[in-house]
């Protein structure tokens, strides 16, 4: 197989695995939201520090302790990503995985709005175009919510403004989650120890598989990470931005078809919309990445 063959298979096998996460979260209950949250950033700490001086990255992970801008940005980036696991958790384990999958499906939008109002960067009319259908989508989605769809604004706000302190830190990802688990540590034992203290706690209470499933949510965390990872040096960003989508797309279909939340007319029609917009913003995006290749391979040609 291929290098780019390789690369194409485990992003895919990231992204399928981070489509199915709705499957994973309701097998912790009786254990609440924040709990389950707690439980995955100390045994994330426990999988990423083993993952750390298994592929070498002590060196990376003390250097980031020497380096006060990338551990601020990443101290940050830590407090963001608490927002968007735990808003996650919370939107499957309520029945709204239908809106948590359009939280990622209007987070590259979010992400490059993200980046014109920060980076000051500049959009093109088609991406505008874009953008404008994609709002007129959550005004309508809001219309049939009876409010805005307050999990999915969560999720695509909180992983966008994520990956701008993870790009602006320029870390690798091994180290820099290590690095944010670490400093979700203490505030996440200190609740669970709390949490046990009162006789509330799920974990050892609920039996052993219930234990070992919470402990699994550091593997859950992990291992589409290391594919992801290993999937970003193998191939281009416009294969890894087409192959975003598959996340969503299984998180949706899940809503639908297994979990069977209601989708009203207004619903599809917002869905739709959304779907239109990205499909719009997507196709710009290859055309212009294409004229530009074209460009400089004429410029390279040029005596």
Sequence with gaps: ????????????????????FPLYWPLLEPAGAVEILAHRVCWSLVTMVALTVLVRRSRQLRAILRDRRAAALLTVAAIVITFNWGGFI?????????????GYFINPLVTVLLGVVVLGERLRTLQWVAMGIALLAVLVLTVDYGHPPWVALLLAGSFATYGLLKKKAGVGAVESLT?????????????????????????GAEGSLHALLLA??????????????????RISLTAIGLLQYLAPTIQFALGVTLFGEPMSTV??????????ALALFTSEALRHRRQLRLMAQGTACVP
């Design 1 to 20: 197989m291929s290098e780019q063959r390789r690369g194409l298979a485990l992003g895919a096998a990231a992204y399928v695995m981070w489509g199915l």
């Design 267 to 276: 619903k599809w029609v917002g869905f739709v919309m959304v779907w239109a």
């Design 90 to 102: 919370y939107g499957v384990n309520a029945g709204r995985v239908v809106e948590v999958s359009l």
């Design 216 to 233: 699994g949510t550091g593997l859950v965390t992990a291992v589409p990470l290391i594919c992801f990872g290993a999937a970003a040096n």
């Design 179 to 203: 690095f944010e688990t670490a400093v979700l540590f203490p505030v996440a034992l200190g609740f669970l120890i709390w949490l046990g203290a009162q006789g509330r706690g799920s974990f």
